[in-house]
Nanobody, 124 residues
């Protein structure tokens, strides 16, 4: 089992930036995919971005392409989500997730470990 702890959320103005962190512990990650999802009030949890731990291959949702970047630090077992040019519609609770395997999925059911979430609020 993998334990995930997110941090870095907060309140930011439109156009601002935030960097979220997800510290992972537990089993090894060389054969894992780490992802970020988000859930706004009254909406379903949606895929944001993912990264394959072994080779750094990434994927992201169209709504964040060009603004958000996912990355990892192998030495710290930490995944980051750099969020730039934030918009009010980016307001949500952001969750870190992990799954074993090499394929990147954009569905919540593919991931079996989740963090507690961190709130991101973009004010206009």
């Amino acid at each position: 089992q993998v334990q995930l702890v997110e941090s870095g959320g907060g309140l930011v103005q439109v156009g601002g930036s935030l960097r979220l962190s997800c510290a992972a512990s537990g089993r090894t990650f060389s054969s894992s995919v780490m992802a970020w999802f988000r859930q706004a009030p009254g909406k379903e949890r949606e895929f944001v971005a993912a990264i394959r731990w072994s080779d750094g291959m990434t994927d992201s949702a169209d709504s964040v392409k060009g603004r958000f970047t996912i990355s990892r630090d192998n030495t710290k077992n930490t995944v980051y989500l750099q969020m730039n040019s934030l918009k009010p519609e980016d307001t949500a609770v952001y969750y870190c997730a992990a799954r074993y395997g090499f394929r990147i999925y954009a569905t919540t059911t593919a991931y079996n470990s989740w963090g507690q979430g961190t709130q991101v609020t973009v004010s206009s």
